[in-house]
Protein backbone atom coordinates (compact mmCIF):
# COMPACT_ATOMS: atom_id res chain seq x y z
CA UNK A 1 0.00 0.00 0.00
CA UNK A 2 1.37 3.25 -1.26
CA UNK A 3 -1.22 6.16 -0.78
CA UNK A 4 -3.52 6.50 1.99
CA UNK A 5 -6.13 9.59 2.09
CA UNK A 6 -8.47 9.92 5.32
CA UNK A 7 -11.27 11.96 4.52
CA UNK A 8 -15.01 12.78 6.27
CA UNK A 9 -16.97 15.27 7.52
CA UNK A 10 -15.00 18.37 8.96
CA UNK A 11 -13.69 18.66 12.61
CA UNK A 12 -14.19 14.25 13.10
CA UNK A 13 -10.22 14.09 13.38
CA UNK A 14 -8.99 13.30 10.03
CA UNK A 15 -5.74 15.43 10.36
CA UNK A 16 -4.71 13.80 13.46
CA UNK A 17 -5.26 10.38 11.93
CA UNK A 18 -3.10 10.86 8.86
CA UNK A 19 -0.53 12.36 11.13
CA UNK A 20 -1.11 9.73 13.44
CA UNK A 21 -0.64 6.97 10.86
CA UNK A 22 2.24 8.58 9.54
CA UNK A 23 4.28 8.57 12.55
CA UNK A 24 3.52 5.31 13.05
CA UNK A 25 5.03 4.19 9.30
CA UNK A 26 8.21 6.59 10.35
CA UNK A 27 8.38 4.71 13.68
CA UNK A 28 8.28 1.55 12.13
CA UNK A 29 11.78 2.70 9.38
CA UNK A 30 9.27 3.41 6.48
CA UNK A 31 10.20 6.58 4.57
CA UNK A 32 6.40 8.65 4.85
CA UNK A 33 5.61 12.06 3.99
CA UNK A 34 2.23 13.76 5.21
CA UNK A 35 0.66 15.45 2.19
CA UNK A 36 -2.18 17.90 3.51
CA UNK A 37 -4.95 19.29 0.38
CA UNK A 38 -6.90 20.72 2.80
CA UNK A 39 -7.04 24.58 2.10
CA UNK A 40 -7.81 25.46 5.82
CA UNK A 41 -4.58 23.46 6.51
CA UNK A 42 -4.10 22.06 10.18
CA UNK A 43 -1.77 19.92 9.63
CA UNK A 44 1.37 22.41 11.17
CA UNK A 45 -1.04 22.54 13.93
CA UNK A 46 -1.28 18.98 14.89
CA UNK A 47 2.46 18.34 14.49
CA UNK A 48 3.08 21.33 16.21
CA UNK A 49 5.70 22.96 14.24
CA UNK A 50 5.75 24.65 10.63
CA UNK A 51 4.21 23.03 7.88
CA UNK A 52 4.25 24.81 4.03
CA UNK A 53 4.45 24.43 0.26
CA UNK A 54 7.82 22.96 0.12
CA UNK A 55 9.11 18.91 1.56
CA UNK A 56 9.94 19.44 5.16
CA UNK A 57 11.43 16.60 7.49
CA UNK A 58 9.57 16.71 11.12
CA UNK A 59 11.81 17.79 13.28
CA UNK A 60 12.46 14.81 16.10
CA UNK A 61 11.21 12.39 13.81
CA UNK A 62 13.17 10.07 11.90
CA UNK A 63 11.93 9.16 8.49
CA UNK A 64 9.02 11.45 8.09
CA UNK A 65 8.51 14.38 6.17
CA UNK A 66 5.50 16.64 5.76
CA UNK A 67 3.69 19.03 3.30
CA UNK A 68 0.76 21.75 2.69
CA UNK A 69 -0.57 21.83 -0.74
CA UNK A 70 -1.32 24.86 -2.41
CA UNK A 71 -3.86 24.37 -5.19
CA UNK A 72 -4.41 27.91 -6.43
CA UNK A 73 -0.79 27.78 -6.56
CA UNK A 74 0.06 24.87 -8.57
CA UNK A 75 -2.26 26.20 -10.95
CA UNK A 76 -1.31 29.25 -11.33
CA UNK A 77 2.25 27.70 -12.39
CA UNK A 78 0.60 25.24 -14.65
CA UNK A 79 -1.23 28.20 -16.49
CA UNK A 80 1.90 29.80 -16.53
CA UNK A 81 3.85 27.41 -17.53
CA UNK A 82 1.59 26.16 -20.72
CA UNK A 83 -0.47 29.48 -21.63
CA UNK A 84 0.32 29.59 -25.24
CA UNK A 85 -0.53 26.33 -25.83
CA UNK A 86 -3.88 26.72 -24.28
CA UNK A 87 -4.26 30.23 -26.17
CA UNK A 88 -3.14 28.20 -29.05
CA UNK A 89 -6.30 26.09 -29.08
CA UNK A 90 -8.45 28.61 -28.44
CA UNK A 91 -6.75 30.58 -31.53
CA UNK A 92 -7.29 27.58 -33.98
CA UNK A 93 -10.35 26.26 -33.01
CA UNK A 94 -12.55 29.32 -32.28
CA UNK A 95 -14.32 32.48 -34.04
CA UNK A 96 -12.36 34.77 -31.15
CA UNK A 97 -10.40 37.69 -31.20
CA UNK A 98 -7.33 37.92 -29.11
CA UNK A 99 -9.38 39.76 -25.92
CA UNK A 100 -11.84 37.11 -26.29
CA UNK A 101 -9.23 34.40 -25.95
CA UNK A 102 -7.46 36.47 -22.68
CA UNK A 103 -10.75 36.94 -21.24
CA UNK A 104 -11.49 32.88 -21.81
CA UNK A 105 -7.71 31.98 -20.35
CA UNK A 106 -8.65 33.49 -17.15
CA UNK A 107 -11.98 31.82 -16.83
CA UNK A 108 -11.87 28.73 -13.84
CA UNK A 109 -11.96 25.34 -15.35
CA UNK A 110 -13.97 23.08 -13.12
CA UNK A 111 -11.85 20.45 -11.12
CA UNK A 112 -8.87 22.03 -12.48
CA UNK A 113 -6.87 23.07 -9.28
CA UNK A 114 -8.07 20.06 -7.20
CA UNK A 115 -6.49 18.50 -10.37
CA UNK A 116 -3.06 20.28 -9.87
CA UNK A 117 -3.04 19.26 -5.89
CA UNK A 118 -3.46 15.50 -7.19
CA UNK A 119 -0.63 15.86 -9.92
CA UNK A 120 1.67 17.41 -6.86
CA UNK A 121 0.98 13.98 -5.00
CA UNK A 122 1.15 11.60 -8.46
CA UNK A 123 4.35 13.44 -9.34
CA UNK A 124 5.89 12.94 -5.67
CA UNK A 125 5.13 9.03 -6.24
CA UNK A 126 6.76 8.93 -9.25
CA UNK A 127 9.88 10.25 -8.02
CA UNK A 128 9.94 7.41 -5.22
CA UNK A 129 11.85 9.32 -2.77
CA UNK A 130 9.24 7.90 -0.02
CA UNK A 131 7.99 4.74 1.53
CA UNK A 132 4.32 5.45 2.42
CA UNK A 133 2.29 8.46 0.91
CA UNK A 134 -0.50 9.46 3.87
CA UNK A 135 -3.31 12.47 2.36
CA UNK A 136 -5.20 14.49 4.75
CA UNK A 137 -7.99 15.91 2.55
CA UNK A 138 -10.16 18.25 3.18
CA UNK A 139 -13.86 17.68 4.51
CA UNK A 140 -16.20 15.37 2.49
CA UNK A 141 -17.57 17.99 -0.64
CA UNK A 142 -14.03 19.20 -1.12
CA UNK A 143 -12.90 15.58 -0.95
CA UNK A 144 -15.29 14.23 -3.21
CA UNK A 145 -14.54 17.46 -5.89
CA UNK A 146 -10.98 15.92 -5.76
CA UNK A 147 -11.26 12.44 -6.64
CA UNK A 148 -14.19 13.42 -9.09
CA UNK A 149 -11.50 15.93 -10.76
CA UNK A 150 -9.70 13.68 -13.15
CA UNK A 151 -13.32 12.76 -14.57
CA UNK A 152 -13.82 16.67 -14.89
CA UNK A 153 -10.80 17.75 -16.90
CA UNK A 154 -11.30 14.40 -18.94
CA UNK A 155 -14.07 15.86 -20.22
CA UNK A 156 -12.81 19.44 -20.95
CA UNK A 157 -9.96 17.50 -22.50
CA UNK A 158 -11.99 15.76 -25.05
CA UNK A 159 -14.08 19.06 -25.95
CA UNK A 160 -10.86 20.52 -26.57
CA UNK A 161 -9.14 17.57 -28.41
CA UNK A 162 -12.48 17.69 -30.53
CA UNK A 163 -11.78 21.19 -31.78
CA UNK A 164 -8.34 20.39 -32.05
CA UNK A 165 -9.24 16.97 -34.48
CA UNK A 166 -11.56 20.13 -36.97
CA UNK A 167 -8.64 22.13 -37.06
CA UNK A 168 -6.08 18.91 -38.24
CA UNK A 169 -9.26 17.94 -40.53
CA UNK A 170 -9.05 22.01 -41.91
CA UNK A 171 -5.37 21.67 -42.46
CA UNK A 172 -4.77 18.18 -43.89
CA UNK A 173 -7.88 19.20 -46.45
CA UNK A 174 -5.77 22.46 -47.87
CA UNK A 175 -2.63 22.21 -46.78
CA UNK A 176 -2.15 17.97 -47.56
CA UNK A 177 -0.49 17.23 -44.24
CA UNK A 178 -0.51 18.27 -40.26
CA UNK A 179 2.34 18.27 -38.23
CA UNK A 180 1.83 17.55 -34.57
CA UNK A 181 2.82 21.23 -32.44
CA UNK A 182 3.53 21.87 -28.44
CA UNK A 183 -0.84 21.98 -28.08
CA UNK A 184 -1.40 18.76 -28.90
CA UNK A 185 1.34 17.07 -26.67
CA UNK A 186 0.13 19.60 -24.24
CA UNK A 187 -3.33 17.43 -24.39
CA UNK A 188 -1.56 14.08 -24.51
CA UNK A 189 0.73 15.51 -21.70
CA UNK A 190 -2.59 16.53 -19.57
CA UNK A 191 -3.99 13.07 -20.32
CA UNK A 192 -1.68 11.05 -19.63
CA UNK A 193 -1.94 12.76 -16.16
CA UNK A 194 -5.63 12.42 -15.66
CA UNK A 195 -5.11 8.32 -16.55
CA UNK A 196 -2.28 8.05 -13.99
CA UNK A 197 -4.37 9.10 -11.30
CA UNK A 198 -7.27 7.34 -12.11
CA UNK A 199 -5.33 4.10 -12.11
CA UNK A 200 -3.54 4.45 -9.03
CA UNK A 201 -6.62 5.67 -7.04
CA UNK A 202 -8.73 2.55 -8.41
CA UNK A 203 -5.55 0.49 -7.61
CA UNK A 204 -6.90 -1.24 -4.38
CA UNK A 205 -3.10 -2.54 -4.03
CA UNK A 206 -1.62 0.74 -3.80
CA UNK A 207 -4.18 3.12 -2.86
CA UNK A 208 -6.66 3.08 0.09
CA UNK A 209 -9.35 5.36 1.48
CA UNK A 210 -10.07 5.49 5.39
CA UNK A 211 -12.79 7.12 5.75
CA UNK A 212 -13.25 8.81 9.69
CA UNK A 213 -15.97 9.49 12.10
CA UNK A 214 -17.48 10.00 15.24
CA UNK A 215 -20.36 8.79 17.17
CA UNK A 216 -22.86 11.14 16.14
CA UNK A 217 -26.00 10.99 13.34
CA UNK A 218 -24.89 13.61 11.30
CA UNK A 219 -21.31 12.50 10.72
CA UNK A 220 -22.52 9.21 10.30
CA UNK A 221 -25.05 9.76 7.59
CA UNK A 222 -22.09 11.95 5.73
CA UNK A 223 -20.07 8.88 6.26
CA UNK A 224 -22.48 7.00 4.66
CA UNK A 225 -22.89 9.30 1.24
CA UNK A 226 -18.73 9.68 1.09
CA UNK A 227 -18.56 5.74 0.76
CA UNK A 228 -21.53 5.48 -2.14
CA UNK A 229 -18.89 7.81 -3.49
CA UNK A 230 -16.13 6.24 -2.87
CA UNK A 231 -17.40 2.81 -4.37
CA UNK A 232 -19.24 4.41 -7.27
CA UNK A 233 -15.17 5.67 -7.84
CA UNK A 234 -13.98 2.42 -7.34
CA UNK A 235 -11.77 3.43 -4.50
CA UNK A 236 -10.92 0.92 -2.03
CA UNK A 237 -12.06 0.99 1.62
CA UNK A 238 -10.99 -1.78 3.59
CA UNK A 239 -11.28 0.10 7.31
CA UNK A 240 -13.16 3.16 9.05
CA UNK A 241 -11.92 5.19 12.53
CA UNK A 242 -14.30 6.03 14.74
CA UNK A 243 -13.01 8.98 16.89
CA UNK A 244 -13.90 10.96 19.91
CA UNK A 245 -15.54 7.76 21.73
CA UNK A 246 -16.30 7.97 25.42
CA UNK A 247 -14.77 5.67 27.52
CA UNK A 248 -14.77 6.81 31.05
CA UNK A 249 -16.83 6.31 33.34
CA UNK A 250 -15.63 9.11 36.16
CA UNK A 251 -18.20 11.29 36.02
CA UNK A 252 -22.04 11.97 35.54
CA UNK A 253 -21.07 13.76 32.26
CA UNK A 254 -18.76 11.14 31.03
CA UNK A 255 -21.94 7.94 31.79
CA UNK A 256 -24.18 10.28 30.02
CA UNK A 257 -22.38 10.66 27.10
CA UNK A 258 -21.08 7.09 26.89
CA UNK A 259 -24.69 5.91 27.07
CA UNK A 260 -25.58 8.37 24.11
CA UNK A 261 -23.26 7.05 22.34
CA UNK A 262 -24.10 3.64 22.09
CA UNK A 263 -26.75 3.29 19.57
CA UNK A 264 -25.05 5.30 17.61
CA UNK A 265 -21.73 2.90 17.97
CA UNK A 266 -23.82 0.12 16.66
CA UNK A 267 -25.35 1.71 13.81
CA UNK A 268 -21.97 2.05 12.41
CA UNK A 269 -21.34 -1.77 13.22
CA UNK A 270 -24.29 -2.53 11.53
CA UNK A 271 -23.48 -0.16 8.30
CA UNK A 272 -20.16 -0.75 7.92
CA UNK A 273 -19.71 -4.33 9.68
CA UNK A 274 -17.78 -5.20 6.23
CA UNK A 275 -14.93 -3.00 7.29
CA UNK A 276 -12.21 -3.02 9.90
CA UNK A 277 -13.18 -0.48 12.17
CA UNK A 278 -11.05 1.13 14.47
CA UNK A 279 -12.00 3.13 17.50
CA UNK A 280 -10.54 6.23 19.20
CA UNK A 281 -11.41 7.12 22.86
CA UNK A 282 -12.34 10.79 23.13
CA UNK A 283 -8.78 12.18 24.55
CA UNK A 284 -8.64 14.78 27.36
CA UNK A 285 -6.99 17.31 25.35
CA UNK A 286 -6.54 18.80 21.75
CA UNK A 287 -3.55 15.89 20.16
CA UNK A 288 -1.31 18.70 19.15
CA UNK A 289 2.61 17.49 18.52
CA UNK A 290 4.16 14.34 18.11
CA UNK A 291 4.19 13.01 22.29
CA UNK A 292 0.14 13.09 21.70
CA UNK A 293 0.25 11.56 18.21
CA UNK A 294 2.50 8.56 19.34
CA UNK A 295 -0.28 8.08 22.47
CA UNK A 296 -3.17 7.90 20.24
CA UNK A 297 -1.65 5.83 16.87
CA UNK A 298 -2.26 3.04 18.72
CA UNK A 299 -5.99 3.36 18.40
CA UNK A 300 -5.71 3.76 14.60
CA UNK A 301 -2.88 1.79 13.35
CA UNK A 302 -4.04 -1.68 14.66
Not at 30 to 46: E, G, V, Y
Not at 98 to 114: A, N, T
Not at 115 to 129: P, S
Not at 206 to 214: G, L, S
Request: overall charge neutral; proline content about 4%.
Amino acid sequence: MKLTLFGGKGGVGKTTCASSTGLHFARAGKKTLIICTDPAHSLADSLDQVVGEAVLQVKGVANLWALEVNAEKTLDAFKLEYEDEIKNIMDTATHLDKDDIESMFKLPVPGMDELMGFKTIIDLIEQAQFDKYIVDTAPTGHALRLLNSPYLIDDWIKVMAKMRWKYRFLVKTFAGKYVPDKSDDFLMSLKKTVKRIESLLRDSSQCEFIPVTIPEPMAILETERLMQSLADFNISVQQLVVNNVMESDGCAFCRERKQGQKKYLQEIREKFGHLKINLVPLQEKPVMGIAELDRVKQYICV
